[in-house]
């Protein structure tokens, strides 16, 4: 049975960091790329960003609201995914969900997703 | 950056209506295609992906179509269990976005 398991969420202040966690289990973590996704207080779902898998050299990807201060890494010895957040806003107060992408033909879709954890950046 | 758009935002049904939701992109995404079923405080859950392939363990009432710039997900007899909302996702390139949501209520 495929499991992430998010932590690391906190209340933290503005211009603050945070690292978030997510340990997998039940699959080959090392195959899949991995993604995180956030999700603010009664809004939609927002894309934060990827890593690729090993064979795709690890390169990851963000979207433009976090790139520069977001980095994602992993550590595949450990089935592991990180969210490295500094200067943290109060517009990244959100459900955090760690997520895994799945590969159909050339490109690569979510298939599984963690429970979230709550970051809160508030002073 | 690829725009996702979905219709009805809130959409008002009773158990065993057809249920249509549309996504419609700002540009083709040929069928590169997610959707997902959130229900309150739980992560979301795959439906659909590749527009029309049904996720395994997804009941067969869920179905999805489209191609290009124009989606649509399908419940051909609401149950009970299928109040939530739902959410588009393209993966044709990055950034990935998402449509805003569909909520189905009573």
């Known amino acids: 049975e495929v499991q992430l398991v998010e932590s690391g969420g906190d209340l933290v202040q503005p211009g603050g960091s945070l690292r978030l966690s997510c340990a997998a289990s039940g699959f080959t973590f090392s195959d899949h790329y991995m993604d995180w996704v956030r999700q603010a207080p009664g809004k939609g779902l927002e894309w934060v960003g990827r890593?690729?898998?090993?064979?795709?050299?690890?390169?990851?990807q963000y979207a433009a609201s976090v790139k520069g201060r977001f980095t994602i890494s992993r550590d595949d010895s450990k089935n592991s995914l990180y969210l490295q957040m500094n200067s943290l806003e109060t517009e990244d107060t959100a459900v955090y969900y760690c997520a895994r992408g799945s590969q159909y033909s050339t490109n690569w879709y979510i298939d599984y997703w963690g429970l979230g954890t709550l970051v809160t950046v508030s002073s | 950056d690829i725009q996702m758009t979905q219709s009805p935002s809130t959409l008002s049904a009773s158990v065993g209506d057809r249920v249509t939701i549309t996504c419609r992109a700002s540009?083709?995404?040929?069928?590169?295609l997610a959707w997902y079923q959130q229900k309150p405080g739980k992560a979301p859950n795959l439906l659909i992906y590749?527009?029309?392939n049904l996720e395994s363990g997804v009941p067969s009432r869920f179905s999805g179509s489209g191609s290009g710039t124009e989606f649509t997900l399908t419940i051909s007899s609401l149950q009970p269990d299928d109040f939530a909302t739902y959410y588009c996702q393209h993966y044709n390139s990055y950034p990935l976005t998402f449509g805003g949501g569909t909520k189905v209520g009573i």
């Open positions: 890593t690729r898998n090993k064979a795709n050299s690890y390169t990851t």
């Open positions: 540009q083709s995404i040929s069928s590169w």
């Open positions: 590749q527009a029309s």
